[in-house]
C-alpha cells in the first residue's frame, strides 16, 4: 500500500516475554520515528532515524527497548523481558525529509502484556 | 522544559457550531507547531501546521492561530461535522528538533 504499515497490528504476551514490531515506511521516506501511546494518553516520543545517521534513541525508556532500521526501509522495534506497564499502543511514522514538515503514522501495534 | 499540553480533556459541540480546541506550549524556542487527529482505532492524522513567523494559518475549515506572547495556540474548526469527532493533538518540536512532541489531547464530541 502506499502508507505506512505497521504489524502484528495487535500483539498480546505473557510478562517477561520479547516481542518484536515492525514498520514498513512509506517508500522514499528517509526519516522514521517510533511512538508509545498509553490508553488515553498522548503520543511518547520513543526513537528517531534519518537515513544512515546515527539515530536518535533519546526517548527510549529502559535497556529492554531498542530498534533497528536498514537503510531507509524497515525497522524493527524490540522490547525484551516485557511488563505491564510496557501495554500500549506503539505507532510508527514517517516523512520525506524529517522535521519540520508532516508526518505520516501507521495504525499502530497494540501490545497487551499479560 | 519542553511540553506541549491542552487546557480541556474534552469538548462536546453540536454539529454545526465552530469549534475551538486550545493548546499552551512552554518551549519559548519552538518554531514550529503542528496538529493532528486521531480517530478512534487509527493512527494520528495531519491537520494543518504553523511556523512561529506567523499568526494564523488557514486550511479547510480550520484555522491555527499562534500567540507567542502567552505561548499558545488554538485550532478552530469551522461547521463542525460529525466525522470531526477524534482526539485533537497540538505537537512541537524537542529541543533537539529530531522529533515532535505531543500533548495529552482533546476529544471532540459532535452531536447531530
Known amino acids: 500500500g502506499a502508507g505506512v504499515s505497521q504489524s502484528p497490528s495487535n500483539k498480546v504476551t505473557e510478562k517477561g516475554k520479547d516481542v518484536e514490531l515492525r514498520c514498513d515506511p512509506i517508500?522514499?521516506?528517509?526519516?522514521l520515528y517510533w511512538y508509545r501511546q498509553r490508553l488515553g494518553q498522548g503520543l511518547e516520543f520513543l526513537i528517531y532515524?534519518?537515513?544512515?545517521?546515527?539515530?536518535?534513541k533519546s526517548g527510549l525508556p529502559s535497556d529492554r527497548f531498542s530498534a533497528e532500521r536498514t537503510g531507509e526501509s524497515v525497522s524493527t522495534l524490540t522490547i525484551q523481558r516485557t511488563q505491564q506497564e510496557d501495554s500500549a499502543v506503539y505507532l510508527c511514522?514517517?516523512?520525506?525529509?524529517?522535521?519540520?514538515?508532516?508526518?505520516?503514522f501507521g495504525e499502530g501495534s497494540r501490545l497487551t502484556v499479560l | 522544559g519542553e511540553s506541549v499540553g491542552l487546557h480541556l480533556p474534552t469538548l462536546s459541540v453540536q454539529e454545526g457550531d465552530n469549534s475551538i480546541i486550545n493548546c499552551a506550549y512552554s518551549?519559548?524556542?519552538?518554531?514550529?507547531f503542528i496538529w493532528y487527529k486521531q480517530e478512534s482505532g487509527k493512527g494520528p492524522q495531519f491537520i494543518i501546521d504553523?511556523?512561529?513567523?506567523?499568526d494564523k494559518r488557514q486550511g479547510q475549515r480550520v484555522t491555527v492561530l499562534l500567540n507567542k506572547t502567552v505561548k499558545h495556540l488554538s485550532l478552530q474548526i469551522a461547521a463542525t461535522q460529525p466525522g470531526d469527532s477524534a482526539v485533537y493533538f497540538c505537537?512541537?518540536?524537542?529541543?533537539?528538533?529530531?522529533?515532535?512532541?505531543f500533548g495529552k489531547g482533546t476529544t471532540l464530541s459532535v452531536s447531530s
Open positions: 517508500s522514499g521516506h528517509t526519516a
Open positions: 518551549n519559548s524556542a519552538s518554531d514550529y
Open positions: 532515524f534519518q537515513g544512515n545517521s546515527a539515530p536518535d
Open positions: 505537537a512541537d518540536f524537542n529541543q533537539a528538533g529530531t522529533a515532535l512532541i
Open positions: 511514522a514517517s516523512s520525506p525529509q524529517g522535521l519540520p514538515g508532516e508526518l505520516f
Open positions: 504553523i511556523r512561529s513567523n506567523m
